[in-house]
T-cell receptor, first 112, second 112 residues
């Protein structure tokens, strides 16, 4: 039972354009959502998060949108840069346990 | 260093051997998590400590897996009688408060 799903295994965009990565979840108890970025042979690096009481959080080039009724969140990267090429994981947690449930990841390639 | 460190970075074990994986969290971080990441998948939760107390071990796949954090700092994940399906990257993460977790680089375990 995959509670967090990233249905696009890969995404390719041109440098300077917008990258949109999507994530769906099924558990209505999730109240905190995070995006992590992962380079090969490294651990995931925290990018941005959002609480369920908000519908948008912005940090520089990165914006996360949350649609609770649709149980959907997305990460927008504008403008995309070649250094953004990595695997992006969506994660969710419920309550204060801190236990994260991850999606399968989306590989983003930003072409120069 | 200021980040989470894990050792060894790579471990090759023969089937049936016992292995021990070490995690040094960020100093002062109360919470410590272990995750297992299979190839092409997102990390999956194994277990969680708050200081020295193991509060959740629901993700440990079998009784061959054992984790400890006796002094509330360094943690060890032990796998007894390793099997081929244990081959994965084992990630450790720590956090101070909230849900933002900082990950180490992982230990890649290969069981032959």
């Amino acid at each position: 039972d995959q509670q967090v799903k990233q249905n696009s295994p890969s995404l390719s965009v041109q440098e300077g354009r917008i990258s949109i990565l999507n994530c769906d979840y099924t558990n209505s108890m999730f109240d905190y959502f995070l995006w992590y970025k992962k380079y090969p042979a490294e651990g995931p690096t925290f990018l941005i998060s959002i609480s369920s009481i908000k519908d948008k959080n912005e940090d520089g080039r990165f914006t996360v949108f949350l649609n609770k009724s649709a149980k959907h969140l997305s990460l927008h990267i504008v403008p995309s840069q070649p250094g953004d090429s990595a695997v992006y994981f969506c994660a969710a947690s419920a309550g204060n346990t801190g236990k994260l449930i991850f999606g399968q990841g989306t590989t983003l390639q930003v072409k120069p | 260093g200021a980040g989470v460190s894990q050792s060894p970075r790579y471990k090759v074990a023969k089937r049936g051997q016992d292995v021990a994986l070490r995690c040094d969290p960020i100093s002062g971080h109360v919470s410590l998590f272990w995750y297992q990441q299979a190839l092409g998948q997102g990390p999956e939760f194994l277990t969680y400590f708050q200081n020295e107390a193991q509060l959740d071990k629901s993700g440990l796949p079998s009784d061959r897996f054992f984790a400890e954090r006796p002094e509330g700092s360094v943690s060890t994940l032990k796998i007894q009688r390793t099997q081929q399906e244990d081959s994965a990257v084992y990630l450790c993460a720590s956090s101070f408060v909230g849900n933002e977790q900082f990950f180490g680089p992982g230990t890649r375990l290969t069981v032959l």
